[in-house]
C-alpha cells in the first residue's frame, strides 16, 4: 500500500500547523496522520527494562565551605527526587511537550545528556542513572535519517519506498535538530501534535537521533513514571569541541519540494 502524497509532506504539515491552523485538521492532513501511525509500526523499538538511561541538569547544589580563614564553595548533585520530570504545573513546553504536559527527556548515555543541554565550558551539572520499571514501545526514526542526504542528491523521489524514508528522515530531522529557545514556540508545534498523536495510539515514547552528540541517541517517554533515577553524579565541562567541514552543496529540507515540482 502506498502512504504520503509528497515525499515533502512533514514539512506541508510544518508549515499549515504554524500558519494556518494549529487545532484543526483538513481531511489532508487526517488522511497524513494516518499515514504516519501506520508507517510507524515497521519503526517499533522496545527498550529492554534494564537499559540504562540518563538525565542531565545545567545544575548543581552549591554549599560555602569555611576552613578557618578560608571561605570556598563546594558543588555537590541535585537529589534524585530534583532529577525526575517536573510536575505538570512547572512542565515548560519542549519538542514534544507543551506547556503543562511533563514528559521525560533521558538520553543514551552521560556524554550526550550533557550534550543536551549545551551547557558551558567549565559548568557544573547533575547527572542521574534512570532504571524502566518495564519495556517501553517506542517510534525509532533513526534509521531514515542515515541515507537521507543521498536520496535526496541522487532521487528520484516518486517511488512509495523511496517517499515514506523521506517523509521519515524529514521527521527525525525536525525530532533532532537544534532549536533556539527564541522559536521553540513556533517551531515545536508540529513535533507536539505528532507526539500526541504517537501517544493516543499506544506508543510510549520516541527514540530519536541526537545533533548534538557523535554516537548517543535520545528518548523521550510520555508517561514520566516509566523510569526512575538511581544514582547520580556531577559532572564538569571541561571543553567544547566545534569540528567543520566542506560539504557539497545539497537543498536544505524545506526546498526539496522544488526539486520534486521541477522533475513533475
Not at 159 to 182: A, C, M, N, Q, Y
Not at 210 to 220: I, K, W
Amino acid at each position: 500500500m502506498a502512504y504520503f502524497q509528497s515525499f515533502n509532506d512533514w514539512f506541508d504539515f510544518i508549515k499549515y500547523t504554524k500558519e494556518t491552523n494549529r487545532f484543526f485538521l483538513t481531511a489532508r492532513w487526517h488522511t497524513f496522520i494516518e499515514d504516519v501511525v501506520a508507517t510507524a509500526q515497521k519503526r517499533i523499538t522496545f527498550l529492554t527494562s534494564n537499559a540504562g538511561l540518563f538525565r542531565a541538569r545545567d545544575e548543581a547544589i552549591e554549599k560555602l565551605i569555611e576552613k578557618g580563614d578560608i571561605i570556598y564553595p563546594e558543588y555537590f548533585p541535585l537529589e534524585l527526587n530534583d532529577m525526575k520530570a517536573p510536575l505538570p504545573k512547572k512542565a515548560k513546553e519542549g519538542r514534544f511537550n507543551p506547556t503543562g504536559v511533563s514528559y521525560l527527556y533521558l538520553a543514551s548515555d552521560p556524554e550526550t545528556a550533557i550534550a543536551e543541554c549545551r551547557p558551558y565550558k567549565s559548568s557544573t551539572l547533575t547527572v542521574a542513572r534512570f532504571e524502566l520499571f518495564r519495556s517501553p514501545k517506542l517510534i525509532d526514526t533513526r534509521k531514515d535519517s542515515e541515507n537521507i542526504a543521498e536520496l535526496v542528491k541522487s532521487g528520484p523521489y516518486s517511488s512509495d519506498e523511496t517517499r515514506e524514508k523521506l517523509v521519515w528522515g524529514s521527521i527525525d530531522w525536525s525530532f533532532s535538530r537544534p532549536i533556539l529557545p527564541r522559536e521553540a514556540s513556533v517551531n515545536y508545534v508540529a513535533t507536539q501534535r505528532i507526539a500526541e498523536v504517537f501517544k493516543n495510539n499506544d506508543f510510549d515514547g520516541v527514540l530519536y537521533r541526537s545533533s548534538l552528540a557523535n554516537s548517543g541517541y535520545n528518548v523521550v517517554l510520555f508517561d514520566p513514571e516509566i523510569a526512575a533515577p538511581k544514582s547520580r553524579e556531577l559532572y564538569k565541562v571541561e571543553n567544547i569541541e566545534y569540528k567543520s567541514r566542506k560539504v557539497d552543496v545539497l537543498p536544505t529540507p524545506e526546498k526539496i519540494r522544488f526539486i520534486e515540482k521541477a522533475a513533475t
